[in-house]
């Protein structure tokens, strides 16, 4: 990264659930980016670049822009964390640079679960420490994301 580059994150909004079978939709295209840890049982997320099966202790990131559609397994539910975010680098989605596969798998794990916990907690307040503490757990979150799978850069190169 170029001492010139500036990384923020912002939530806008999120919460751990217990879906039912009306959890589904076609066609969607957020602004955001959505991050998903599954806690139990299974989603579906279909993409145009593939088909994704999420179960317990996986984590789904769909970026921003992303055409999808999402629906519970033939398993019929499934309990999950949840948030829509802004990771920006100079600006402009972090994930129009980087390219992270849409999945990875954690297993259950007490630290990622704390992390959301603490976005989720502290996300809607305006008091100062509560925003600074909620950008750094985003951007923990996204980083413990990107240190466990394979990851292109795709940034032009210095010149």
Known sequence: MRSTENLTATFHHGEHVSLTKFWQDKDVICPNTKVFYILSGEIVIE?????ILGKEGDMVLIPAGTRHDYHLSDKGFASKYWMHVDILLDGKNLFDFYSLPFKIHVDKN?????????????????????????SS?????????????????NRPGDE
């Open 137 to 153: 757990t985003l951007l923990s979150i996204i980083s413990f994301y990107a240190e466990h799978c394979e990851y292109l850069d």
């Open 110 to 134: 007490e630290y990622l679960e704390n992390l959301f916990e603490t976005v989720l907690r502290l996300g809607k307040s305006e008091k100062l420490s509560h925003k600074l503490t909620t």
């Open 47 to 51: 993409t145009d670049e593939e088909r």
